[in-house]
């Protein structure tokens, strides 16, 4: 990278590259780069702002007619952030993010959905960017390391888990039948339990699956594909 005339620039420029390409405001102002050269630099075109508080070089910025979102499911210009968050050890990735992780809806990750204990967890600026995390609470048994239906993924330098492909058809459904999420979930809930059984697995394997989380969501999840294979509405 050739020097700028700016030194507060080469030092900025300097972080990014060696944290991986983008970084926080306040990471940024403890390596002494202010928020007012970040401004200038992305009025030069130097850098880019990701998201509020969040900075990147311009490489990472999506290009007009980027990669269709199935062949990379997590927009790359939030992607190194978000999966930072994820590989916080009290969370993991669930809901709609692990359904477009494994194929299993078309749309893309604008938001990190993220199951953590119904004790606070410490996430990396969490509170930087509230708008691209949806932070679901559930019982440790269910998050813990050997939890059943979690598994890890790799990407981008980090490890986080992920809730598995049956695991995801059984929460989504779960969620489903709650009035606090039917709303965001029910839609979805139909189209990976479509593209689960499109991809080999069955409503036995399905039920099997929410057996091991518990009694409620084996009834939840059961009464769902009950009303479903009779044609009765979905709602809880």
């Known amino acids: 990278m050739p020097p700028s005339k700016n030194p507060s620039y080469d030092q900025a420029l300097g972080y990014l590259i060696g944290v991986g390409g983008s970084a926080s405001a306040r990471e940024l102002g403890r390596a002494n780069v202010s928020r007012m050269t970040l401004s200038r630099m992305c009025a030069d075109g130097l850098i880019v702002r990701i998201s509020k508080g969040i900075y990147g070089l311009p490489d990472r910025a999506p290009a007009h007619g980027a ?18 968050q994820a590989s916080s050890e009290h ?37 930087t960017v509230p708008d691209l995390v949806q932070l679901v609470r559930m019982d440790e048994r269910l998050i813990e390391t050997d939890a059943p239906g979690t598994e890890y993924h790799e990407r981008d330098g980090f490890s986080f888990r992920v809730t598995t492909p049956l695991r995801t058809v059984v929460d989504v459904i779960r969620f489903a039948c709650t009035p606090k999420h039917e709303a965001t979930m029910a839609v979805l809930a139909e189209e990976v339990h479509q593209r689960a059984l499109e991809k080999g697995f069955d409503d036995a394997a399905i039920l099997a699956a929410a057996r091991e989380i518990g009694p409620k969501t084996d009834q939840a999840v059961g009464s769902w594909l009950l009303k479903r294979s009779l044609g009765m509405p979905l709602g809880w």
């Not at 990750?109 to 996430?123: D, G, M, N």
Request: one cysteine or more; glycine letters at 2%; hydrophobic letters at 45%.
């Open 91 to 127: 969370a993991v990735v669930c809901l709609s993010s692990a359904a477009a992780l494994h194929g299993l809806t078309s749309h893309p990750i604008s938001k990190l959905w993220l199951a953590v204990p119904k004790e606070k967890p410490r996430l990396r600026h969490r509170e």
């Open 67 to 84: 990669a269709d979102p199935a062949d990379d499911p997590i927009d790359p210009c939030r992607a190194q952030w978000m999966i930072a």
